[in-house]
């Protein structure tokens, strides 16, 4: 199974943008598909997450209400929209597939990172 992220790109603040990560291959249905992100110089933070079984969601507090993270079974892909983005969700943003939980040691499948700047 590969993960192939894109969609990055540079925005203003209060701008919105779209991440995709395509799924080639076959995922367990006990997997989720996740995404985390690591602004420069911290470590790799959670940030959402989907059962592939049935779809359930769950978020990082502080981007409840703000990002969405959905699927096209028909494309193999998952997107995170982003809205009323801020300077500090500056970072490189990764998709992953494991276990489920925020903790991003968890999660055995990665994709290559896409970069989102958000200028203030």
């Known amino acids: 199974v590969q993960l192939q992220a894109f969609g990055g790109g540079l925005v203003q603040a209060g701008g919105s943008l779209r991440l995709s990560c395509v799924v080639s291959g076959r995922i367990s249905s006990t997997y989720a598909l996740a995404w985390f992100r690591q602004a420069p110089g911290k470590e790799r933070d959670f940030v959402a997450a989907?059962?592939?079984?049935?779809?359930?969601?769950f978020y990082e507090d502080s981007v409840k209400g703000r990002f969405t993270i959905s699927r096209d079974n028909a494309k193999s892909t998952v997107y995170l929209q982003m809205n009323s983005l801020k300077p500090e969700d500056t970072a490189v943003y990764y998709c992953a597939g494991g276990s489920g939980t925020m903790t991003d040691k968890e999660y055995d499948l990665w994709g290559q990172g896409t970069l989102v700047t958000v200028s203030s």
């Open positions: 989907m059962w592939w079984n049935d779809g359930s969601t």
